[in-house]
């Protein structure tokens, strides 16, 4: 498909490009027209007016911005007030060339972004210029620096601004380019205006419908205007498929000391019952078992609801408004988990009751290998099978509030100043009900389809007598963002000699953030209520019809198994009840401040060089840093948390230079050069060495020695804008890192870690509630990793086929390709000692849209593709050759429409046509066992896909 698309976009491209100048009958702007210059009237006299409207209007006054700009910027344009191009923000900003969509694991929605392949902390979004913060829903807790788009409509929008290349205005702390949302405002559109949206969500996975609308209103009345805008969405998104938790494992390198691989494995081969199977022993104990062989399955209920407000005042010389915004993201989770577990096992005391840690070993009774990629199937004995019931409730809040000012105090001078604050609060309360099967034989294979496997055993899943060894865990976390800032800016122009021109920009910038993390695990309080109900009272509340209703499971899995609904949850286990403030967590939580004075000095210089005009930025900005942290640290011999602080500070001067330079009529050279700086996650400063999920033998530790990393950013490239509302462009790009920081994994035991058995859950422990000090964990630590150098190439291309005969004269289409130089932070080294090249972004990304509009009809379809890159859990061989990929994907979006009259619009989205199949999968280093690519998989699940069915229109 992939080809196909591709095949199909570039012979057109270049045939529109080099169309007859008869067809076309239009004359070609020059590249800093704007979207309301007239063309030159033809020679016979005769003028006729076409009036763009739509999507194309958005694009070419996308184009238009581009174009004006001195730097690498690139922008999206509402289409009209309150009319964005896409539903999501951040899945409009795919459209722009280097940028790569991350989207929420449980929704769907796009949720971050990647700029140039680097991480998404990498990047810096403002909001009117103001830098915020805000998470949601799996990023609660992580403190992560990036910024979550799905807590916002797209409705609430009216233009964003993607800068790739430094200038000394923009906020620091964006190393791969920052992202400025503007909101609305009356006087964009200086009449009364009222929008309104109606619309039926419906995903095709969990057959659900859910009601949208929008609605804004907006007037001027001579100097004063006001507008408000409402926002509701909600959607109910089921997904499910295979998971192995963290990959594949031998018995052979599960028993090593230290282990090999992912995980320890030690299969069971003394036990009367074992059989090879015709195999060696050598030959089974080297063939690959899943971490664990489990179904997933879940279902994300999720509203959001914002506001948008502006009041504003404007006349010719002074301009003042006052906006507001706010948005709530609220998602209900609910999870259902169900399969055998293989990580962890073996058999040192039979005496031991089978199932018990210490007599958990897997035996092989009937088993075969698939030679095409020494996956280990069949039937086994003294397997333990693990169903786990997930409640989660995520909220988020966001509030901003911004006072912006500007007087015009002469023809040549400006003064704005601009105050804000921001407070984005979200919570994540979640529990996980668990019950086990101990000592079943069962019979696993994955047959034709690795995402729907099969499993059965002769023991009943659905009979509550034979399940015990009940847990349960739970957890709270808040996260805090806090945000205010001021600032103030003078705009001058001046003349210079030679018919030159100067624009100086100089401000005094002040930003105060805060983070606070807290975290709470109740696990000991739910588990004294498990007790209380005891084994019989929760085998009573079990029930075989799963929660979660038209879950896709495949023809080989049992399609009922006992579980607990979300009632009984609520009313034994609510995390709510069960993580009071005494559950509080020390070695997760922190707060952290961090001030940052900012002054900061730039001039753009306009004049001709022969007859073509050079336009160009050259400024500095200096930043000084004070940050504070608040934590806890193990102190005194019985390493008992206490109140920690630390604080420190640091200073950059941040050097920019940006040019353009017109080489003809048409064509345009751009180049840049500056430093930037990323400060690193607060979460990896301030935590402590935790296990975040004590269902999971891995852990984290912080590195509060970690330096801003810093890059010194070159970029230049060619712009054609061959005929209105046309472009093609190149661009080459380069980064040089200094202190970027990286993770590092490595199996470490447990009791090198120094934390409590209760760290970890009753699954670990033994019966007098101890953890083996020779566990084998999986640590992920954090360092600066010295210097690298990230570069690539992007190529662009945007047109509206206006040249073809009617009606195929509507047509249009845009295309950006990203590719980007293997960049990994440590070499992938084989057990046989050869490099492997892989790379930690993907390698390539590209997005392509064909659009078609005639008059009240217009349609839209988007593919977006990111290819593969290596899972940032597995950075280096852990001793397995096993190579740990994020699949590469592609998503298929398409919309229609069609108008009756500016007041009634008929509209349907979709969302994933192309149903696509998100997972990781494990390729062999040694090229023996293949790639791996769609059979050693992992977290393999399909979304389903969005229909919307809405009307729309203006009043």
Do not use: C
């Not at 330096?707 to 970029?715: F, G, H, I, T, W």
């Amino acid at each position: 498909m992939k080809k196909k698309i591709l095949e199909t976009v570039i012979p057109l491209a270049l045939a529109a490009m080099y169309a007859p100048a008869a067809l076309a009958q239009e004359a070609v702007p020059a590249p800093a027209s704007t979207a309301n210059e007239a063309a030159p009237p033809p020679a016979d006299g005769k003028v006729e007016t076409v009036v763009v409207t739509g999507f194309r209007s958005s694009l070419q006054k996308a184009l238009n911005l581009k174009a004006q700009a001195i730097g690498v910027r690139d922008s999206i344009v509402a289409e009209d007030i309150g009319k964005f191009p896409e539903a999501n923000v951040a899945e409009s900003l795919q459209r722009v060339p280097g940028v790569i969509l991350n989207r929420d694991e449980s929704s769907g929605e796009g949720q971050r972004i990647s700029i140039r392949g680097l991480p998404t902390d990498y990047s810096v979004t403002t909001l009117n210029g103001a830098p915020v913060n805000t998470t949601s829903t799996s990023t609660i807790g992580s403190a992560a620096r990036g910024f979550n788009y799905d807590v916002f409509a797209s409705e609430l929008f009216g233009r964003v601004d993607f800068y790739k290349s430094p200038l000394a205005e923009l906020t620091e702390g964006g190393l791969g380019g920052v992202v400025d949302l503007q909101t609305p405002r009356p006087f964009d559109n200086p009449k009364r205006t009222i929008r309104y949206g109606l619309t039926d969500t419906y995903n095709t996975n969990s057959k659900n419908h859910d009601p949208n609308g929008f609605a804004l209103y907006s007037n001027t009345w001579d100097q004063v205007g006001f507008l408000v805008g409402v926002s509701h969405s909600g959607s109910v998104n089921t997904r499910s498929g295979f998971e192995a938790t963290g990959g594949y494992n031998s018995s052979f390198n599960g028993s090593q000391s230290p282990v090999k691989g992912n995980f320890a494995l030690k299969l069971d081969y003394d036990d009367p019952r074992a059989n090879l199977s015709g195999y060696t022993r050598e030959q089974i104990d080297k063939a690959l078992l899943p971490r664990i062989y489990r179904f997933y399955g879940s279902e994300n209920e999720r509203t959001r609801d914002g506001l948008v407000s502006s009041l504003q005042y404007k006349t010719p010389t002074v301009n003042l408004s006052f906006d507001t915004m706010y948005s709530k993201l609220k998602n209900t989770r609910e999870e259902t988990i169900f399969g055998i577990l293989v990580r962890s096992t073996a058999t040192t005391n039979r005496a031991l009751p089978a199932g018990a840690n210490g007599n958990n070993g897997l035996i092989p009774v009937n088993v075969k290998i698939d030679p095409a990629t020494n996956l280990l199937t069949g039937t086994f004995a003294n397997t333990t099978y693990n169903a786990g019931a997930i409640y989660t409730k995520d909220e988020t809040e966001f509030g901003y509030g911004a006072l912006n000012g500007s007087w015009k105090v002469s023809d040549k001078l400006t003064l704005t100043s601009q105050a804000s604050l921001n407070h984005s609060s979200a919570t994540s309360a979640t529990g996980q009900l668990a019950g086990y099967i101990y000592g079943a034989q069962s019979t696993i294979d994955y047959g034709d389809d690795h995402v729907y496997p099969s499993i059965s055993s002769p023991t009943s899943y659905t009979d509550p007598n034979n399940w015990s060894g009940f847990t349960i865990g739970t957890g709270w976390t808040k996260e805090t963002d806090k945000g205010k800032q001021a600032r103030v800016v003078a705009d001058w122009d001046y003349d210079l000699p030679g018919d030159w021109t100067g624009h100086l920009k100089a401000g005094l910038v002040y930003v105060s953030t805060g983070k606070e993390v807290n975290k709470r695990n109740g696990t000991a309080l739910a588990t004294a209520q498990l007790n209380r109900i005891g084994a019989a009272g929760l085998r009573s509340g079990m029930t075989s019809n799963l929660p979660i209703s038209n879950l896709d499971i495949g023809s080989g899995w049992p399609k009922s198994w006992s579980t607990w609904d979300s009632n009984y949850f609520y009313n034994n286990f609510d995390p709510n009840t069960y993580n009071p403030a005494s559950a509080f967590t020390p070695s997760q939580s922190f707060a952290a401040e961090e001030n940052v004075k900012t002054g900061f000095v730039q001039s753009d210089f306009k004049g001709k060089i022969g007859e073509r005009e050079l336009r160009f930025n050259a400024g500095v900005r200096y930043s000084q840093t004070d940050t504070k942290i608040d934590n806890f640290k193990q102190q005194g011999t019985s390493l008992v948390y206490g109140p920690n602080h630390e604080q420190g500070s640091y200073s950059n001067v941040l050097p920019s230079l940006s040019a353009a330079f017109d080489l003809t009529d048409t064509l345009m050279w751009r180049a840049s050069w500056g430093k930037t700086i990323t400060r690193a996650s607060l979460s990896i400063i301030a935590a402590q060495t935790v296990i975040p999920n004590q269902f999971d033998n891995s852990a984290t530790s912080g590195n509060p020695n970690l330096r801003p990393q810093q890059s010194k950013n070159l970029d230049t490239g060619l712009e054609w804008y061959f005929k209105p509302g046309s472009l093609l462009s190149a661009a080459i790009f380069q980064k040089d890192l200094t202190d970027a920081t990286v993770a590092n994994t490595q199996v470490v035991t447990f009791g090198s870690l120094g934390l409590p058995d209760t760290a970890l859950g009753p699954l670990f422990q033994d019966a007098s509630g101890r953890v083996d000090p020779n566990l084998a964990m999986t640590l992920r630590s954090y360092t600066n990793a010295g210097k690298q150098k990230l570069k690539g190439y992007e190529l662009a291309y945007q047109q509206a086929f206006s040249f073809l005969p009617k009606p195929f004269d509507g047509m249009g289409a845009l295309a950006s390709y990203t590719h980007i130089d293997p960049f990994n932070s440590a070499k992938w080294i084989t057990n046989g000692g050869r490099e492997i090249e892989v790379n930690s972004v993907p390698k390539y990304a590209y997005s392509t849209t064909l659009y078609f509009e005639q008059g009240p009809l217009a349609a839209r379809m988007s593919y977006n593709y990111k290819g593969k890159s290596l899972h940032g859990d597995n950075p280096r061989n852990n001793g397995d050759d096993l190579i740990r990929w994020r699949a590469g994907r592609g998503y298929l979006d398409a919309n229609i429409s069609y108008k009756i009259s500016e007041s009634l619009e008929f509209r349907i989205d979709a969302l994933n046509l192309s149903n696509t199949l998100a997972y990781d999968y494990f390729e062999d280093a040694s090229g023996q066992y293949g790639s791996g690519k769609k059979t050693r998989m992992d977290y393999a699940k399909y979304d389903g896909r969005t229909i919307k069915f809405g009307i729309r229109g203006k009043l």
